[in-house]
């Protein structure tokens, strides 16, 4: 498995480790303060640097930008697919998927400024389904789990669970 240190304010540390804890190897030095999210294959790492979203390719120690923020965007994920072929994530209006390897961010979901989808921004959790055809969002402080397309076109989330005002959290 993988786990980060925070060495300094502007750079994270990444190791591997086997399970038994006794290979510890540290395998790249990110530019950045926020959390990495490495691939279910261990061979790439996504990132955040500023306003932009990175992926870094291991074996060759290369960076490139998968996306650009403007400035005082708060981004949410990313998520991994589970093949490694598509990376989710969302900003505070947009929920966004790629493939790492050869596409530009492609919108799900987009809602005006200001508003929400069933009471949430998008700023929230996000996980694939494990055949890779859903992405799940939950919101901070919503009780409830979306279902949204990954198809070619995306579609209006669909509230699929939603926890009762009785339930803790």
């Known amino acids: 498995f993988t786990f980060n240190r925070l060495a300094g304010t502007d750079k994270v540390e990444m190791y591997t480790m086997d399970p ?3 290979q510890v190897e540290r395998v790249a030095d990110i ?3 926020y959390f990495t999210w490495p691939s279910p294959d261990g061979r790439r790492v996504v990132y955040r640097q500023g306003q932009e979203l990175k992926l870094l390719t291991l074996a060759g120690k290369t960076s490139v930008t998968l996306a650009t923020f403007p400035e005082g ?3 949410s994920g990313p998520a991994w697919s ?3 072929r598509g990376i989710a994530f969302s900003d505070t209006r947009r929920l966004q998927v790629l493939s790492p390897i050869d596409s530009a961010p492609r919108t799900l979901v987009e809602v005006p400024a200001g508003s929400a989808i069933g009471g949430i921004s998008f700023w929230s959790g996000l996980a694939w389904s494990p055949d890779q055809k859903t ?3 939950t919101g901070w402080n919503s009780r409830t789990l979306h279902s949204i397309d990954v198809g ?3 579609i209006k989330p669909a509230a699929v669970a939603s926890a009762s005002a009785s339930a803790s959290a």
Do not use: I, Y
Request: proline share 17%; no cysteine; glycine share 12%.
């Open 152 to 154: 070619p076109l995306g």
């Open 82 to 84: 589970p093949d490694a």
């Open 31 to 33: 530019p950045t303060s």
């Open 20 to 22: 038994d804890g006794r």
């Open 135 to 137: 992405v799940w969002v």
């Open 73 to 75: 965007t708060d981004v």
